[in-house]
């Protein structure tokens, strides 16, 4: 999602006349696009501006700007810093570039952000939904390098509805609300045109996806089928899926009912305690859970399926952690994604609930919890040894210290499979952005080694 909003904010300020550079020294502007999910990624902001404030001291004409989901959640507060001018939420995103001007010839300090959130007004919608459509295409100083070669992300949807106790995405990104199918479908229409071969639809529930549009409601299923008709677009993907009925085995159908869409579901559990669920509002039990996965690898037999944890909840005993390690033993994941809880102020789980498992215990489960899906995950990557894999290369492996030549002089490229695993190789770089056939020789928990067939 956030690299989604960072390559729109650029478009706009590439067609506005500015110019992207890496590096901080160089630029009039600097503009932090920020995540507030956990703590962590919000105190990295916090020392990333200290470092900016140091700048500014030889500098004093550079804008600081700060967008996002922490701009949204601190406001004026920000805004104190010494080194902000600009604070912008997003729901305010469309207008980033007038700001910015602003902020560089003014010499104003600037606020944007929502009052109530939850009450985005139409024209807000309205505002938003134009700024994707425009910027989010070929056509206007697109800016893409974020994606890897080959690749792009499209909304689906905005916002959550869902409230689950510990999260502060429904109050810094407001109400869900689906794009209209006709748009979606353009965009990924331009983008194949331009040469795009992957796109990847998100929503924080993108599986709840819902458009009516007369007698016609559109859900996710028809979103998949209407995107595998456009031509020259290979692989499709969707993230993040909720664990509930709505649309699930219409979507799965999707899935293996057409070639390209990719057989992955990120299916975040969170935990496999009932009572830790209950906590979290998540609206399901762990068995229920187990049976949508059971559900999902009976329709689509080869399915790679990924999930999120959260360990150390308020009131999570040793008996709940085990109840989590056991859904990750049953569920079979490709890979997890695992957090330790981090208290997010005006979350009802912050309000209500006391964040009482020791930091201790809270790293302790993160690790063990990490090591039982290791094993998991290393059996099933065993499996692709002496296998042809066809994946997308999104260009050079970033590891420099992989990243040797081979003896044929190729570097070292990196590729994703359909099921998402990451297949490294030498290969030629023009391969970046295309579909290739590796022969997996070598694995490990999370990455696959191989030859270009
Ligand atoms: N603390 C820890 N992890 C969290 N997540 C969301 N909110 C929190 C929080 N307060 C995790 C969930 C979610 C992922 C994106 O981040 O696992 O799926
Ligand atoms: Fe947060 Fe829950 Fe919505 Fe996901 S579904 S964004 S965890 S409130």
Same mark, same amino acid.
Request: aromatic share 8%.
């Given at each position: 999602?956030?690299?989604?909003?960072?390559?729109?904010?650029?478009?706009?300020?590439?067609?506005?006349?500015?110019?992207?550079?890496?590096?901080?020294?160089?630029?009039?502007?600097?503009?932090?696009?920020?995540?507030?999910?956990?703590?962590?990624?919000?105190?990295?902001?916090?020392?990333?501006?200290?470092?900016?404030?140091?700048?500014?001291?030889?500098?004093?004409?550079?804008?600081?700007?700060?967008?996002?989901?922490?701009?949204?959640?601190?406001?004026?507060?920000?805004?104190?810093?010494?080194?902000?001018?600009?604070?912008?939420?997003?729901?305010?995103?469309?207008?980033?570039?007038?700001?910015?001007?602003?902020?560089?010839?003014?010499?104003?300090?600037?606020?944007?952000?929502?009052?109530?959130?939850?009450?985005?007004?139409?024209?807000?919608?309205?505002?938003?939904?134009?700024?994707?459509?425009?910027?989010?295409?070929?056509?206007?100083?697109?800016?893409?390098?974020?994606?890897?070669?080959?690749?792009?992300?499209?909304?689906?949807?905005?916002?959550?509805?869902?409230?689950?106790?510990?999260?502060?995405?429904?109050?810094?990104?407001?109400?869900?609300?689906?794009?209209?199918?006709?748009?979606?479908?353009?965009?990924?229409?331009?983008?194949?045109?331009?040469?795009?071969?992957?796109?990847?639809?998100?929503?924080?529930?993108?599986?709840?996806?819902?458009?009516?549009?007369?007698?016609?409601?559109?859900?996710?299923?028809?979103?998949?089928?209407?995107?595998?008709?456009?031509?020259?677009?290979?692989?499709?993907?969707?993230?993040?899926?909720? *664990?509930?009925?709505?649309?699930? /085995?219409? #979507? !799965? %159908? $999707? &899935?293996?009912?057409?070639?390209?869409?990719?057989? =992955? @579901?990120?299916? *975040?559990?969170?935990?496999?305690? /009932?009572? #830790? !669920? %209950? $906590? &979290?509002?998540?609206?399901?039990?762990?068995?229920? =859970? @187990?049976?949508?996965?059971?559900?999902?690898?009976?329709?689509?037999?080869?399915? $790679?399926?990924?999930?999120?944890?959260?360990?150390?909840?308020?009131?999570?005993?040793?008996?709940?952690?085990?109840?989590?390690?056991?859904?990750?033993?049953?569920?079979?994941?490709?890979?997890?994604?695992?957090?330790?809880?981090?208290?997010?102020?005006?979350?009802?789980?912050?309000?209500?609930?006391?964040?009482?498992?020791?930091?201790?215990?809270?790293?302790?489960?993160?690790?063990?919890?990490?090591?039982?899906?290791?094993?998991?995950?290393?059996?099933?990557?065993?499996?692709?040894?002496?296998?042809?894999?066809?994946?997308?290369?999104?260009?050079?492996?970033?590891?420099?210290?992989?990243?040797?030549?081979?003896?044929?002089?190729?570097?070292?490229?990196?590729?994703?499979?359909?099921?998402?695993?990451?297949?490294?190789?030498?290969?030629?770089?023009?391969?970046?952005?295309?579909?290739?056939?590796?022969?997996?020789?070598?694995?490990?928990?999370?990455?696959?080694?191989?030859?270009?067939?």
């Amino acid at each position: 999602m956030n690299k989604l909003d960072t390559a729109l904010v650029s478009s706009a300020l590439k067609e506005a006349g500015f110019e992207l550079t890496n590096s901080v020294k160089e630029a009039d502007v600097v503009l932090i696009n920020t995540c507030s999910v956990r703590e962590h990624a919000e105190q990295r902001v916090l020392s990333h501006l200290g470092h900016l404030k140091h700048i500014k001291e030889s500098r004093p004409d550079m804008v600081v700007g700060v967008i996002g989901c922490m701009a949204q959640r601190l406001g004026d507060k920000l805004l104190e810093h010494e080194a902000v001018d600009i604070v912008c939420g997003p729901a305010q995103i469309p207008k980033i570039t007038d700001f910015v001007l602003q902020a560089l010839q003014e010499k104003k300090k600037c606020l944007a952000v929502t009052k109530k959130i939850r009450e985005t007004s139409e024209i807000q919608a309205q505002a938003l939904e134009g700024f994707e459509s425009v910027y989010s295409s070929p056509a206007s100083g697109w800016e893409n390098r974020n994606f890897g070669m080959g690749q792009a992300y499209v909304r689906a949807m905005r916002g959550c509805n869902n409230f689950c106790s510990y999260c502060i995405v429904p109050y810094v990104r407001g109400p869900e609300v689906s794009r209209p199918p006709e748009a979606i479908i353009e965009q990924i229409k331009k983008l194949a045109g331009a040469g795009v071969k992957q796109v990847t639809l998100l929503g924080q529930r993108v599986n709840a996806y819902k458009y009516k549009s007369g007698e016609k409601t559109y859900c996710l299923a028809d979103l998949l089928e209407m995107a595998s008709d456009v031509e020259g677009i290979g692989w499709i993907r969707f993230v993040t899926s909720y *664990p509930s009925e709505e649309f699930f /085995d219409e #979507i !799965l %159908r $999707a &899935m293996a009912g057409s070639p390209k869409v990719c057989n =992955y @579901l990120h299916l *975040p559990a969170q935990s496999g305690s /009932d009572k #830790i !669920l %209950r $906590a &979290m509002n998540r609206h399901y039990t762990a068995s229920q =859970y @187990l049976e949508l996965v059971g559900r999902a690898r009976s329709i689509v037999p080869d399915i $790679a399926i990924a999930g999120d944890f959260i360990v150390g909840f308020p009131g999570e005993t040793e008996e709940d952690f085990q109840a989590t390690v056991d859904l990750v033993t049953k569920a079979g994941y490709k890979n997890c994604f695992i957090f330790k809880y981090s208290p997010r102020p005006d979350t009802t789980a912050d309000k209500r609930l006391q964040d009482n498992v020791p930091v201790e215990i809270k790293k302790r489960r993160n690790t063990e919890l990490l090591a039982v899906q290791e094993k998991i995950s290393s059996e099933l990557s065993r499996d692709f040894l002496g296998r042809q894999v066809r994946v997308l290369v999104e260009g050079l492996s970033k590891k420099p210290h992989l990243n040797k030549a081979g003896s044929d002089g190729n570097p070292q490229l990196l590729g994703r499979t359909a099921t998402d695993y990451i297949v490294v190789f030498n290969g030629p770089e023009s391969l970046a952005g295309e579909f290739a056939t590796v022969k997996i020789t070598k694995t490990s928990p999370l990455t696959l080694f191989g030859e270009l067939f």
